[in-house]
């Protein structure tokens, strides 16, 4: 049992100098400014998720602005089918519904520039991301690809 401490003492000593050495050689990397190339990497794959996922909102837009197209030409058919009822005009009876059907139109109608703008600013901010994300890829080719000598 005595010849066991003194082993057991060694094995701590020696597990006690590694661990100190591990927690050194970690504090030191961490120390160390971080590889510009790894940098770029890095700021390149967050601005390529970006660009995608702008594109698809900006493609997502466009396709509710079509739809929302699409919806506004059936509102205006609906408008002037009922214009075209009687050569003398929208007949009485109708009028109310006709009227309904107008304003609801001129209302949606009055929407469009709004929602367009939107999806316009949408996709200037997504050129915006793509031109930063082209930007920093020529970096990283050229920080990858220059002789030592430059």
Same mark, same amino acid.
């Given at each position: 049992?005595?010849?066991?401490?003194?082993?057991?003492?060694?094995?701590?000593?020696?597990?006690?100098?590694?661990?100190?050495?591990?927690?050194?050689?970690?504090?030191?990397?961490?120390?160390?400014?971080? $590889?510009?190339?790894?940098?770029?990497? #890095? =700021?390149?794959?967050?601005?390529? @998720?970006?660009? &995608? !996922?702008? /594109?698809?909102?900006?493609?997502?837009?466009?396709?509710?602005?079509?739809?929302?197209?699409?919806?506004?030409?059936?509102?205006?058919?609906?408008?002037?089918?009922?214009?075209?009822?009687?050569?003398?005009?929208?007949?009485?009876?109708?009028?109310?519904?006709?009227? $309904?059907?107008?304003?609801?139109?001129? #209302? =949606?109608?009055?929407?469009?520039? @709004?929602?367009? &703008? !939107?999806? /316009?600013?949408?996709?200037?901010?997504?050129?915006?991301?793509?031109?930063?994300?082209?930007?920093?890829?020529?970096?990283?080719?050229?920080?990858?690809?220059?002789?030592?000598?430059?």
């Amino acid at each position: 049992m005595e010849s066991l401490r003194p082993r057991l003492r060694a094995w701590l000593i020696a597990a006690g100098v590694l661990l100190l050495l591990v927690v050194g050689f970690r504090v030191v990397r961490s120390l160390r400014p971080p $590889d510009p190339a790894v940098v770029l990497r #890095d =700021s390149i794959a967050v601005l390529r @998720a970006s660009a &995608d !996922s702008c /594109r698809r909102d900006v493609d997502s837009g466009a396709a509710r602005m079509r739809a929302y197209g699409r919806t506004l030409d059936s509102m205006r058919a609906r408008v002037r089918g009922m214009e075209t009822l009687d050569p003398r005009g929208v007949p009485a009876d109708s009028y109310d519904i006709y009227i $309904d059907a107008f304003d609801a139109y001129n #209302d =949606s109608v009055g929407q469009w520039p @709004a929602r367009e &703008d !939107s999806v /316009r600013a949408l996709d200037a901010r997504c050129r915006e991301v793509a031109l930063k994300h082209n930007d920093l890829t020529d970096s990283l080719r050229a920080l990858l690809f220059s002789s030592p000598q430059d």
